[in-house]
């Protein structure tokens, strides 16, 4: 069903849906962005329309809600092993098409990747109801169309924005809510984007070659690339992470385990005890970012990794556009089929 | 829902030293284990880290583990009759079927032992499951030899050479890189060998050059990868190179695979 509501009827929908669900979407935060008198748009927990930034990309994904940066998967208390319990409460996610793809990757690594299913990410995963917000326009450095990653049928609820109004789709049927009735049915299927400004495309995945590996396009990314992560703590398709231990007291045996994010690019990922390390040149991390976003993932998947969200050009201090190198990679492909 | 990272408690058997630096835990264990997987053992508060099975039978296993870190500190205060947190066994293993009825040669440099001293003592034991067996070993000094009474065992079923880096005063044996032994082998009828090498990076790669300068087929030839392997079930990414997940699909690999596996 399909309906048109004010602010206020929203509001009234929202505050009845908190009481089954969390709500998180994009929000401004003032002030809090990377550079003076900037504004962080990132994910957090909303009550209100006000709370919402729909309008804006957010800098980081939304994979922080339902992925943590830091999570505790268990303490040690005197050798036994306790799990912490996390709030069961459903969730409600807004986020755009290219996120919800994105999760589809997640998925992927997470459920699908080996035999396993990794327990942590399936308790919360289990809780996500989405709502898709309507994605036209894009922005400034999206390439989602590309990427094949500009629609997507997976969600529970869509919304528009429509000046004052709001346009409401509702999927799944626990969230056809009385609140809804005082707004004016009407139909309503969201609409996707078409073409980005930003184009890639994709060098073909058989033909990217190990002489790729040693071109001089990635000595490039050793000078440019200061190795600081940024691009893979706002990627929604970036999924690594560490295992780290922490000893709260010795005396008492007591301590805990956790996982935090990992970042390929930065320093010690690939470091093994002894201190032997792969890939020590930034450039090489940038390659292994590369191949794994549009050529490892899809050997295993059937579909690329990257979705094109773009938060990796908008976040990199160094202005590296991934976009670009997408772009460059494809050329020198291309020209050493020509060359064959 | 079933947790695969929460790890288990097992007794603590035996502690050998090997070296200075290495110490064998024998650990009570029951269950399938293949030779050349690997656990991931941890100690409460302090850190966990994939270390390679060096040897089981139906209620233990050993593990080689060599003093390099903060937790491999911590283990080695352990007692026989303490506990150490595990869970595993990960990775592939060597499936010592490929190599029925072969001419086998197994290659190992320094710590890269412990991963095949299952197989090797399996070959050792059943020598009538292949043709032939020899054992290439490399330390860097007498003092680094790991499994000294196995590879005098071992010397006496099949044929052993074993080098140091750098020898010390009194030392008899052969000295030199490993690499620069490979003529010690039996190379006659090289197309029908099959070969496992394990090492440091660096040694594989040499190793491997070096047996296919001399004829070895790539397909008959076996390595084993060391890397960080921070969950072991292919979702954390340390061990990932190219599409390949080292936790899942190895860490054994064919040479066809692994010559294509670059970091």
């Keep these: 069903m399909g309906y048109r509501l004010t602010s206020q009827q929203f509001d009234n929908y929202l505050t009845q849906l908190s009481i089954k669900y969390q709500l998180f979407a994009p929000q401004r935060k003032s002030g809090k962005g990377s550079f ?16 919402m930034e729909l309008q804006e990309k957010s800098a980081y994904s939304p994979k922080e809600v339902f992925y943590p940066i830091r999570e505790t998967l268990f303490q040690f208390i005197n050798n036994k092993i306790v799990e912490p319990e996390i709030d ?109 400004k930003v184009k890639v495309t994709i060098p073909l995945v058989e033909a990217v070659t190990k002489e790729t590996f040693n071109h001089e396009l990635w000595k490039e990314y050793t000078s440019r690339c200061i190795g600081c992560g940024r691009c893979n703590a706002v990627c929604i398709s970036c999924s690594c992470f560490s295992m780290q231990d922490v000893q709260v007291s010795k005396e008492h045996n007591i301590g805990e385990r956790r996982r935090v994010w990992a970042s390929c690019h930065v320093d010690g990922f690939t470091n093994m005890a002894g201190g032997h390390q792969f890939r020590d040149k930034n450039g090489d991390r940038m390659r292994f970012k590369t191949m794994h976003k549009i050529n490892d993932f899809y050997k295993r998947f059937g579909y690329h990794m990257c979705v094109g969200c773009g938060r990796c050009d908008d976040i990199c201090p160094e202005y590296i556009s991934f976009s670009k190198c997408i772009n460059k990679l494809n050329e020198i492909v291309m020209e050493g089929q020509k060359d064959e | ?19 200075a630096m290495d110490v064998t835990y024998k650990v009570e264990y029951e269950g399938h284990v293949i030779g050349g997987q690997f656990m991931e ?20 296993m050993d593990l080689t583990i060599r003093k390099v870190g903060r937790l491999t500190d911590c283990i080695f205060d352990l007692k026989v ?13 060597f499936d010592l079927n490929q190599f029925k009825g072969k001419d086998v040669v197994i290659i190992a440099g320094g710590t890269g032992l412990a991963p095949v001293k299952n197989p090797i003592r399996y070959f050792a034991n059943n020598p009538s499951s292949i043709k032939q067996l020899e054992i290439l070993l490399g330390f860097k000094t007498p003092k680094d030899i790991l499994f000294p009474q196995e590879i005098e065992e071992w010397s006496k079923q099949c044929h052993v050479y074993l080098t140091v880096d750098q020898p010390v005063e009194g030392w008899e044996g052969k000295t030199g890189l490993i690499t ?22 660096i040694m594989m790669k040499f190793m491997t050059l070096e047996l296919l300068k001399r004829g070895f087929q790539e397909e008959n030839i076996w390595v084993s990868f060391e890397r960080k392997m921070s969950c072991g079930i292919g979702k954390c990414g340390h061990c990932k190179i190219d599409e390949t997940y080292v936790c899942l699909e190895g860490p054994v690999f064919n040479y066809v695979k692994a010559k294509n596996l670059l970091d």
Excluded at chain 1, 36 to 48: E, F, M, N
């Design chain 2, 180 to 201: 620069t032994h490979v003529n010690s082998l039996d190379l006659s009828d090289v197309d029908n060998k099959v070969a496992i090498v394990v090492g440091p990076p």
């Design chain 2, 1 to 19: 829902m079933n947790n695969p990272y929460l790890p288990k408690l097992y007794k603590i058997l035996n502690i050998k030293a090997e070296t």
């Design chain 1, 36 to 51: 003076s008198d900037t504004d962080l748009i990132s994910y957090g927990p909303v009550t209100s329309y006000e709370d």
């Design chain 1, 88 to 196: 069961t409460k459903p969730i409600i996610l807004f986020l755009r098409p290219c996120d919800i793809n994105g999760i589809k990757r997640l998925d992927a690594m997470f459920l699908k990747n080996g035999s396993e299913q990794d327990y942590y990410y399936l308790r919360r995963r289990k809780l996500l109801k989405f709502v898709l917000i309507e994605c036209i326009e894009g922005f400034d450095s999206c390439f989602c169309v590309s990427m094949n990653a500009n629609k997507t049928e997976e969600y529970d609820a869509a919304i528009r924005i429509e000046g004052e109004e709001i346009l409401w789709k509702v999927k799944d049927q626990d969230l056809e809510l009385e609140e809804l009735k005082l707004g004016v049915t009407q139909d309503f299927e969201p609409q996707f984007i078409q073409e980005n």
């Design chain 2, 81 to 93: 009759g303490d506990s150490l947190f595990m869970r595993g066994p990960y990775g592939n293993g």
């Design chain 2, 41 to 60: 053992i941890s100690i409460p508060g302090v850190g966990e880290a994939p270390i390679s099975i060096s040897d089981f039978d139906d209620t233990s």
